[in-house]
T-cell receptor, first 110, second 114 residues
Framework: AQRVTQPEKLLSVFKGAPVELKCNYS??????LFWYVQYSRQRLQLLLR??SRESIKGFTADLNKGETSFHLKKPFAQEEDSAMYYC????????????FGKGTRLSVIA | DAGVIQSPRHEVTEMGQEVTLRCKPI?????LFWYRQTMMRGLELLIY????????DSGMPEDRFSAKMPNASFSTLKIQPSEPRDSAVYFC????????????FGPGTRLTVL
């Protein structure tokens, strides 16, 4: 069965410090991985997808199939990055929805 | 488009009362998902529908929980009777297709059961 693990419930960093939100997955096939974000008073929304290999709001994430990881990184944290972050996996099969991790709350301290 | 609409936004009720949460998905989407968010368990998928048909309700915690989707533009999640441990934020999300990367979430309903 597919599983997404986010080992940290809460991560606090100082403004300007690097950020890494960890995500590990368990799936035997070739999944697609995503990061969703929920800012305060806003809806949960898609932040980025691994197939796009894009940088959104300074965040990047690389899929490491050997380590089955998809960590979210940003070199310099900003206060507006404070939010709840969810890693998600799509098994790429027709009838299986996204599998979400339990989430990590990022707090950027000024 | 206003996006996914949920009502009420906040609900406070007493233990034992029936609670009904409502969701209007984005027009044209054929899949709808109900989630529960708590500090302890994170984001849990409760049930999802495709073309108004329930596909998987294995995430529903107990028989006290039920969900319906009578048409493509409306779904309800009912808890009867409610208990304090049901207190959480309940999200509805919709998408085109079940196995999609982009689910569009509603603002959520914050439920408090006293």
């Amino acid at each position: 069965a597919q599983r997404v693990t986010q080992p940290e419930k809460l991560l606090s960093v100082f403004k300007g410090a690097p950020v890494e939100l960890k995500c590990n997955y368990s799936y035997s096939g070739s999944p697609e991985l995503f990061w969703y974000v929920q800012y305060s008073r806003q809806r949960l929304q898609l932040l980025l997808r691994h197939i796009s290999r894009e940088s959104i709001k300074g965040f990047t994430a690389d899929l490491n199939k050997g380590e089955t990881s998809f960590h979210l990184k940003k070199p310099f944290a900003q206060e507006e990055d404070s939010a709840m972050y969810y890693c998600a996996l799509s098994p790429n099969s027709g009838n299986t929805p996204l599998v979400f991790g339990k989430g990590t709350r990022l707090s950027v301290i000024a | 488009d206003a996006g996914v609409i949920q009502s009420p936004r906040h609900e406070v009720t007493e233990m034992g009362q029936e609670v009904t949460l409502r969701c209007k998905p984005i027009s044209g989407h054929n899949s709808l998902f109900w989630y529960r968010q708590t500090m302890m368990r994170g984001l849990e998928l409760l049930i999802y529908f495709n073309n108004n048909v329930p596909i998987d309700d294995s995430g529903m915690p107990e028989d006290r929980f039920s969900a319906k989707m009578p048409n493509a533009s409306f779904s309800t999640l009912k808890i009867q009777p409610s208990e304090p441990r049901d207190s959480a934020v309940y999200f509805c999300a919709s998408s085109w297709g079940i196995a999609t990367d982009t689910q569009y979430f509603g603002p959520g309903t914050r439920l408090t059961v006293l």
